[in-house]
């Protein structure tokens, strides 16, 4: 049992679990958070609490930043943005099929020196492309180290964030740490629409969700299956559809044609007693 806070590097941006040690971090207050790069600045969204969970695995804030942090990440943003720019219009002047999707950029920590700068474009393209002349350009419009990184369309969701179909943030922008295989058998499993428009996600394929319920519907070997006849409390009736999670089938009933939902308790039960009078 411990304490941790979750902090963010950028407004809903994914977030990040830390323990406070002995600060106590209020929300919307700036902390230094260490990373591969030494330590940046990031706000607090949820404030320091206790949790059941062990939390010796969890890297440790390294303070609250002051006005010196503040000013090196302000200056840090304005890099960014700039090169962001600067990358655009050369690519525009290249011709090159590559759009911009982030930009990262580390600031030389050596007084009176820019060699250790370096700006990280990240990008995504149809295919490969040959970026050397750009890599030089942009080099020495922005004097420091350029490197250019292409992304698929899910890391690009991922780095780009948005709103799913379910109307909240992306999975794969918040908490999804490594994507994980996703089928259109997963899909037809869970008797979804086949239309790429209703189970594909914002980055065009299909939605990581779809694995979330997919256990439930493969162990679902004691539902009846659609179109079957079952027995219900209402009379004989035919399945329509199955909601594993809730343990739920919807029926339509054969006398009068209406649609209801039942238990799967009440529908397999009563088709066993069924069953054994035919």
Sequence with gaps: MGMLCAVSFNRYGRLYYLDPGELRPAVGDRVLVPTDDGTEVAECVWAAQWVTEETDGFPRLAGLAGPEDLRRDETLRKRKAEAKVAAKRLIREHGLPMKVVAVDHVLDTTPGSSNGSRTTIYFTAPHRVDFRSLVRDLGATMHCRVELRQLSARDSA??????????????????????????????????????????????????????????????????????????????????????????????RQISDGTVNRCSLSEVCGSRQAYDSRS
């Design 158 to 251: 991922r780095v780009q964030g948005g709103i799913g179909s379910c109307g909240r943030d992306l999975c794969c922008a918040t908490f999804l740490n490594d994507f994980e295989p996703v089928t259109i058998r997963m899909a037809k499993d869970q008797e979804l629409p086949l239309n790429p428009l209703r189970i594909s996600g914002a980055c065009g394929r299909l939605m990581c969700c779809l694995k979330y319920e997919h256990p439930l519907y493969a162990d679902s070997g004691s539902y009846p299956s659609p179109g079957q006849r079952v027995e219900t409390p209402d009379g004989l009736a035919k399945v329509v559809s199955r909601h594993p999670p809730s343990e739920t089938v919807t029926v």
